[in-house]
């Protein structure tokens, strides 16, 4: 008796596997999967009666993979590379025997495969794929750390050839049909109802059995090996870009090229123990836990809203306003006429306001010019959002966001004035990136439903919300400002008031610290290309010419004031008065710590030199990428500490999403558990005594180490503390 799929024989000598694992949204490969595959194969081999074999799916999908909830506990449960390799030698001995269990076997791909799902198909004798707009196939493993260690890696090289599929599986890009297709991965296309009579019709043929590598005398597409220039090629061509667009701070993809380059010269049983052999390396390892857990576990259980209060129903925000047509009120228009939301955007002026307009405009219009989407969307979209200068317009609204400039008495003045016209229910966000909102609140009349939504630049392509919970504000108000974020697709966290909240108080330290540097004498380029290194999109420098050198003073000034005797002057401040003083105030103003010539790329100030002379001798670029991972880490520390931050998934997601650090450290908290908290907190030490106080360790975190007690909860024991 199955569980995870209906097997079934029928006249004609034919078996049906229709997966179905129940209790999972999408057919995974579970440990019942295997099991139940394992004896269908024995039933199928052993019975005479059965001359062949369709698989395919009772769901929408075929197969999405495997369960990475399994997966992701592997590094946490201490496994060696190879007990973790054994995840990958147990289906590739499944797979192997439905490949050569004597009867022909067809894939009906009826929806999108991907991971394991295609991997299942891979060891099919013939594939035919539903064609249809949303199907797609791919092997997608690179993306959580690891690589395809089903046979994917093996099967996929001999179907298509070294060349085509090497970037597939680096990439781990998905495919629509027609590529697929044409690579060679399916066999044919059919319009999803007829996927399975298509495969039918195969077997109805007489097929024998037998893969194509193991027929005598079969060679990999394009060929193998050190000896074939196109391959040798393809090699060194890889190693490079994966060199360059990783720093080699992911192991995934340097694992496929290998795997590939090993496996393709050898038999294929062997070159299956090979793939086995680097998939356990990396499912053994931190990287591959801190991107399953953060980018995939945690991410979904945010998306999930698994902060939103309970027993708060569920809202939908109808018609949305938003105070101030600027650049963020202009990208979050945007993004809630996508979603469907009616907006009115209104600022000081008609023009403003259809400026703001002007930039979903644009955005619609360079899709289209990739071909994405039509003018009649373009022209629905572009009418669901209103221009105004008129308050009267904004009743009616379920959310009001003000993304005003960044000043208390404006942002006071505007809440006031969209507070008059809107429905007492109406909830009211404000985008600050720095003004606690608990002191915002005190300028309107309903403080429980005032909160605030710290969208990120640009808002159209950046994933995070930092979802901000005021003194006063209501459960209900956290909940429909979720709901919102939500209803955008994009992903929260929910963190309290604090100055700087999260995201803009962690990223401080990042700039603080460049700016330490350059004054230290550390040459400008080397500061900039250590952050790359560790894997920061873009160095310190070029983010305060970003965010600009002035309103990171401003910032600082405003701290100073309102916390008086409190305030701790940020490390490297002195460096940011003397390029205020020498008007360098960033790049909308025209240049900070670099010159932006135009039409040609940015390049450091020269200048930066007479100010701050670089040192003769310069440190390793090592030390430069720890110090950058540390101050981050340990500013999340405090921030949990203070209980800015709740939940430790909020700090990796929000410090990988919102401002950049880098994806396989698994975020800033995550990032310690990566080092170890004993070896972080010695480290702790080492860098306080050469840089400076800040480095010292919070109490908190070497009690941690001392207690063994981790920010993320072991597999089975229960919630972190
Ligand atoms: P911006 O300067 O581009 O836009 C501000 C807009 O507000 C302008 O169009 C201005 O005309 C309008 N405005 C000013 N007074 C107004 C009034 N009385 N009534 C209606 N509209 C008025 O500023 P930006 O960059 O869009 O920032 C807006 C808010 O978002 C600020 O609080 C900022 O701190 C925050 N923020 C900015 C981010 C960024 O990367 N720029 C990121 C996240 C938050």
Request: charged letters at 20%; hydrophobic letters at 45%.
């Amino acid at each position: 008796m199955t569980t995870t799929f209906r097997f079934e024989t029928d006249a004609a000598g034919i078996a049906t596997i229709t997966l179905d694992v129940p209790g999972k949204p999408v057919n995974l490969i579970t440990p019942e999967f295997q099991e139940d595959l394992a004896a269908a194969l024995e039933q199928i081999a052993a019975d005479g009666s059965i001359r062949g074999v369709v698989i395919t799916s009772a769901r929408r999908d075929f197969m999405a993979g495997a369960d990475l909830k399994d997966l992701a506990t592997a590094h946490d449960r201490g496994m060696s590379a190879d007990e973790a390799a054994g995840f990958s030698r147990a289906l590739n001995q499944l797979y192997r025997r439905l490949e050569t269990c004597g009867k022909p076997v067809a894939a009906a791909i009826n929806g999108l495969a991907l991971g394991g799902g295609l991997e299942l198909a891979l060891a099919c004798h013939y594939r035919v794929l539903a064609d249809a707009p949303k199907v797609v196939v791919g092997l997608p493993e690179v993306k959580v750390g690891l690589l395809p260690g089903a046979g994917g890696t093996q099967r996929l090289i001999r179907l298509a050839g070294i060349a085509n599929a090497l970037p597939l599986m680096v990439e781990g890009r998905h495919l629509p049909p027609a590529e697929a297709l044409k690579l060679g991965i399916v066999h044919e296309l059919a319009p999803p109802e007829q996927v399975v009579a298509r495969a039918r019709a195969w077997l109805a043929t007489g097929p024998e059995p037998v893969a194509p590598w193991d027929r005598k005398g079969f060679r990999v597409p394009g060929g193998a090996g050190q000896q074939n220039p196109a391959v040798a090629q393809v090699f060194m061509a890889g190693n490079a870009l994966v060199a360059k667009s990783t720093w080699r701070n992911f192991p995934a993809p340097v694992a496929i090229l290998s795997a590939v380059y090993e496996g393709s010269q050898l038999p294929f049983d062997k070159a299956l123990a090979v793939e086995s052999k680097y998939f356990g390396k990396l499912l053994a390892g931190p990287v591959a836990r801190n991107l399953m857990r953060t980018l995939f576990i945690n991410k979904g259980l945010a998306d999930s809203l698994a902060r939103r209060p309970e027993g708060v129903p569920t809202s939908r925000v109808g018609r949305l306003g938003i105070l101030g047509a600027g650049m963020m009120g202009a990208g979050i228009a945007y993004v809630s006429a996508q979603a469907g939301i009616t907006v009115v955007l209104l600022d000081t002026t008609l023009e403003a306001a259809e400026r703001g307009k002007g930039y979903s405009r644009r955005l619609l219009d360079k899709a289209m010019q990739r071909g994405k989407g039509t003018q009649a969307a373009a022209d629905e979209l572009l009418g669901r959002i209103l221009t105004t200068t008129d308050y009267a317009d904004l009743a009616g609204c379920d959310l009001v966001v003000e993304a005003v400039f960044e000043q208390r008495d404006l942002k006071a003045e505007v809440t006031a004035r969209a507070e008059a016209v809107v429905p007492a229910s109406c909830v009211v966000a404000s985008n600050t990136s720095t003004l606690p909102i608990t002191g915002l609140a005190q300028a309107s009349k309903r403080p429980a439903n005032f909160i605030g939504l710290h969208f990120f630049s640009p808002v159209d392509r950046m994933p995070l919300v930092e979802v901000i919970v005021g003194r006063r504000t209501a459960p209900g108000t956290l909940a429909r400002a979720l709901d919102y974020v939500a209803q955008l697709k994009k992903t929260p966290i929910v963190v309290n008031d604090s100055r700087g909240f999260y995201t803009s108080r962690v990223i401080g330290t990042f700039t603080s610290e460049g700016q330490a540097m350059l004054a230290e004498g550390i040459a400008p380029a080397l500061i900039e290309n250590a952050a790359k290194l560790a894997g920061f999109p873009v160095g310190p420098l070029a983010v305060s010419d970003e965010v600009t050198l002035e309103l990171q003073w401003k910032i600082t000034r405003q701290a100073e004031q309102d916390l008086g005797a409190r305030f701790q002057r940020p490390v490297g401040h002195d460096v940011l008065e003397t390029m205020i003083a020498l008007g360098r105030l960033g790049r909308r103003q025209g240049g900070g710590y670099y010159d932006y010539p135009e039409g040609q790329p940015k390049r450091l100030w020269p200048g930066l030199a007479s100010h701050w002379p670089v040192r003769e001798e310069q440190p390793p670029a090592e030390d430069l990428v720890k110090r950058f991972l540390f101050i981050e880490a340990l500013e999340s520390v405090r921030c949990l500490d203070e209980g800015v931050i709740t939940h430790p998934a909020d700090a990796d997601l929000g410090s990988i999403l919102g401002i950049g650090y880098p994806a396989w450290t698994g975020g800033a908290l995550s990032w310690i558990e990566t080092v170890g908290l004993e070896a972080f907190v010695a480290e702790c030490a080492r860098l306080a005594r050469s840089h400076g106080p800040r480095f010292r360790a919070p109490r908190s975190l070497k009690a941690r180490a001392a207690a063994g007690t981790r920010f993320h909860p072991l597999p089975g024991a229960g919630r972190a503390a």
